[in-house]
């Protein structure tokens, strides 16, 4: 049965800094890798999504990696933003119309 | 992008009433639909996937008469929590599959269920 973790539950940060979220899963034959952000109270906003077959992905100040040997995942964020202060949740799919697996999530918040 | 609707957005009600919660693909069809359940800080747990004209498949440890999935449309799929009680109060969260080949999943904005 796969299981993701994503340690630590919460991270405070001052703005500006750039920081790594961790998530990692017990099974590697995944299908892909995906960062969500949620916000208080609401749904899920993909922020990158990685095939198998890829080792990272970036969007803007966002960039996620993956090592599926290892079974672990990171999300870079650069130049952090108090806007970025939100759950980051990892989740990790077996094949096309498999489920996905969701972690606990990462509580950010970024200090002015 | 893809846009997936829920409604309503929160509810309150009785317990022993029944509650139906709305999810709808606005701009494009989803044969498969998913519902999850969130409890206050922690992951969103898979309910059931909703396949259209299919009967839904539960994930272990869901009660399938007391969570009804219908997906009766290409775009739209229904969970009613019949006979809710207050352990039932959660954030449901519905998903639809958009595409072939590398299916993408959009998530809806949530639905807050208070039981009191």
């Known amino acids: 049965k796969q299981e993701v973790t994503q340690i630590p539950a919460a991270l405070s940060v001052p703005e500006g800094e750039n920081l790594v979220l961790n998530c990692s899963f017990t099974?590697?034959?995944?299908?892909?890798l995906q960062w969500f952000r949620q916000d208080p109270g609401k749904g899920l906003t993909s922020l990158l999504l990685?095939?198998?077959?890829?080792r990272e992905q970036t969007s803007g100040r966002l960039n996620a990696s993956l090592d599926k040997s290892s079974g672990r995942s990171t999300l870079y964020i650069a130049a952090s933003q108090p806007g970025d202060s939100a759950t980051y949740l990892c989740?990790?799919?077996?094949?096309?119309?498999?489920?996905?697996?969701f972690g606990k999530g990462i509580t950010l918040s970024v200090r002015p | 992008g893809a846009v997936v609707s829920q409604h309503p957005s929160w509810v309150i009600c009785k317990s022993g009433t029944s509650v139906k919660i709305e999810c709808r693909s606005l701009?494009?069809?989803?044969?498969?639909m998913f519902w999850y359940r969130q409890f206050p800080k922690q992951s969103l747990m898979l309910m059931a996937t909703?396949?259209?004209?299919?009967?839904?498949?539960?994930e272990q440890g869901v009660e399938k008469d007391k969570f009804l999935i219908n997906h009766a449309s290409l775009t739209l799929s229904t969970l009613t929590v019949t006979s809710a009680h207050p352990e039932d109060s959660s954030f449901y969260i519905c998903?639809?599959?958009?595409?072939?080949?590398?299916?993408?999943?959009?998530f809806g904005p949530g639905t807050r269920l208070t039981v009191l």
């Open positions: 909703s396949n259209e004209g299919s009967k839904a498949t539960y």
């Open positions: 989740a990790v799919k077996a094949g096309a119309n498999s489920k996905l697996t």
């Open positions: 998903s639809a599959l958009r595409g072939e080949g590398h299916r993408t999943q959009y």
């Open positions: 099974d590697s034959a995944i299908y892909n």
């Open positions: 990685i095939q198998s077959s890829q």
């Open positions: 701009d494009f069809q989803a044969t498969t």
